[in-house]
């Protein structure tokens, strides 16, 4: 198969998906109406919407402006079948954020003392936990709740650290409910678009079905996207 034959091929095969992903028979919509209809739908489709819009323009110069019969009138380079054969890839099996972002996610118990937690950030380096009281999750402990929690305390002249639990803290916070809960099989880039336009989310934690009564099989964070 040439080059034109594998370009082409990928192109349709990316024009059937989208169709089927709308419920529409094959190319049953114009493909530009298809881009706009699945752009927000389909991270990889918003990513790379404007080479999809130059790809199906080259497309229809090969297939309708055929100078030969069975020869096309424009080779793809080699770089071109490949980059539409990785956005067929992207389209149709977007990473996921697990297992990428699988991670111990560490858990404290209302009643925990908040020397444990610096113990735990000094060792560990992690800055968002989840606090939970009676199996219930009451918010996420994290380094600005912490830093707004001893700014709070200037009032006192000593602050007793060892006696401090770490329900003090957390229901102290304002944005203890700072996090969603997500599914393990969402998009890498539906994720970043959750954090990037939320400001109010300080993590995304990560469950089989996105249920508050699952265990986090990880989390991510703003900076780690």
């Known amino acids: 198969m040439n080059n034109a034959e594998r370009f082409i091929a990928s192109f349709n095969r990316i024009h059937n998906f989208l169709s ?3 419920n529409e028979k094959e190319y049953k919509k114009p493909f530009y109406r298809l881009l706009d209809e699945n752009e927000h739908r389909n991270p990889a489709v918003k990513k790379y919407k404007n080479d999809l819009q130059i790809f199906a323009d080259l497309r229809n110069v090969m297939v309708h402006k ?69 199996k219930e999750l009451i918010g996420l402990l994290t380094e600005k709740g912490i830093t707004m929690w001893l700014a709070n305390q200037l009032e006192d002249e000593t602050i007793y650290l060892k006696k401090t639990m770490v329900e003090e803290i957390v229901l102290e916070d304002t944005r203890r409910n700072n996090y969603l809960f997500i599914k393990k099989n969402m998009s890498v880039d539906v994720a970043a678009d959750l954090l990037k336009n939320d400001r109010r989310l300080d993590a995304l934690l990560i469950t089989e079905n996105g249920k508050v009564s699952e265990s986090p099989l990880g989390i991510i964070t703003p900076s780690d996207l």
Not at 96 to 105: A, E, G, M, S
């Open 66 to 134: 055929k100078l030969i019969p069975n020869s096309y009138i424009a080779q793809p380079t080699d770089n071109v079948v490949k980059h539409i054969e990785q956005i067929e890839d992207e389209i149709k099996s977007p990473e996921k954020v697990y297992p990428l972002f699988k991670r111990d996610v560490v858990q404290f118990n209302f009643d925990d003392l908040f020397t444990k937690v610096l113990t735990t950030i000094s060792e560990r380096k992690f800055t968002h936990f989840p606090v939970y009281k009676n």
């Open 20 to 22: 089927f992903s709308d």
